[in-house]
């Protein structure tokens, strides 16, 4: 089949490489190249980098719904549209161009968790289950009809990387199941439930600041949900300490004050909430490198202090 892939970052990774595999003509859009580093080097997205590893030609456009992103996708003329984590919203003139349609693959048991970061707020929110849903794209905002979904738990200290990297090779298999469902003229569509529908925000940077009044499983939630961007802080002395990894504990409650850092380099570093303690396993401070908690305490003391 002939397909226009649409993807940018690693989540689409798995889903680009199984349309290679499976023997697909291809022809890959995706974003510009973006400045990253001290230096502000351009560097090409991952969906670009490995399409031309393929030499499978690649098209950049800032908006695909362009007059120039339209031509160019006529002009390749493809039979179905794939998107993949693409991070940029299509036309009706865009989803006009192949006869199949556009398939979209999708972090979350649609119709819950539409918009850009499914897996991040699944896991903050504390939910025990996600998925992927394959979905036929239309002009709203991951709002067209299911056409497969598979599910699968999270785990109580998953964060929200490790769920995105499992959930990528997930999307890609579902992707498969969907193409070979389709060629096979057994795919099935099915309206979303705009009664269970529920969207989340893109993440910014201050949705990693820390709420330590909040329960100790919140934090944990968040903790988890930001890694590894935009990482969960709190603020040491004014200075944002990052909070890379936490877990729940027994430990007995000596019901101080919220943000009240508690233990010793032998015991570990404990951080109180609102109901409870977290233990703190890693952790940055600013200009530092990431550390245990309990190589962390052997240079530093935070017995006592107060994080806000």
């Given at each position: 089949m002939k397909i226009a892939f649409l993807?940018?970052?690693?989540?689409?990774?798995?889903?680009?490489s199984a349309l290679i595999e499976d023997g697909h003509t291809l022809e890959v859009f995706t974003q510009p190249d973006r400045p990253v580093g001290r230096h502000g080097a351009p560097v090409a997205p991952p969906v670009k980098q490995l399409a031309l590893s393929y030499g499978i030609p690649v098209r950049q456009f800032e908006k695909i719904r362009s007059e120039e992103g339209v031509a160019a996708l006529c002009a390749?003329?493809?039979?179905?549209?794939?998107?993949?984590?693409?991070?940029?919203?299509?036309?009706?003139?865009?989803?006009?161009?192949?006869?199949?349609?556009?398939?979209?693959v999708h972090g979350s048991l649609l119709p819950r968790y539409r918009g850009a970061a499914p897996i991040q707020w699944a896991v903050i929110n504390g939910e025990?289950?996600?998925?992927?849903?394959?979905?036929?794209?239309?002009?709203?905002?991951?709002?067209?009809?299911?056409?497969?979904?598979?599910?699968?738990?999270?785990?109580p200290d998953e964060t929200a990387g490790?769920?995105?990297?499992?959930?990528?090779?997930?999307?890609?298999?579902?992707?498969r199941r969907t193409i070979a469902a389709l060629e096979a003229g057994t795919l099935t569509r099915e309206k979303q439930n705009e009664a269970d529908a529920s969207k989340c925000p893109m993440l910014k940077k201050e949705h990693g600041k820390l709420d330590l009044s909040q329960s100790a499983q919140r934090v944990h939630n968040l903790v988890r949900g930001v890694n590894p961007w935009p990482g969960a802080f709190a603020l040491w002395d004014g200075a944002p300490l990052k909070i890379w990894k936490t877990r729940l504990?027994?430990?007995?409650?000596?019901?101080?004050?919220?943000?009240?850092?508690?233990?010793d380099a032998k015991q570990g570093l404990f951080l109180q909430c609102g109901d409870g303690l977290v233990e703190v396993l890693e952790l940055q401070a600013p200009g530092g490198r990431r550390m245990d908690g309990r190589s962390f305490l052997r240079g530093k003391s935070l017995e006592g202090a107060v994080l806000q």
């Open positions: 993807g940018t970052p690693e989540f689409a990774l798995p889903s680009l390749f003329a493809p039979d179905l549209m794939v998107t993949a984590a693409f991070g940029q919203l299509l036309s009706q003139a865009n989803l006009d161009i192949p006869k199949h349609g556009c398939i979209n025990t289950e996600t998925g992927i849903t394959t979905m036929l794209t239309d002009i709203g905002m991951d709002t067209g009809d299911i056409l497969l979904k598979e599910s699968t738990p999270i785990g490790e769920l995105y990297v499992r959930l990528s090779v997930m999307g890609a298999e579902l992707l504990c027994t430990r007995e409650n000596p019901r101080l004050p919220a943000g009240t850092c508690v233990g």
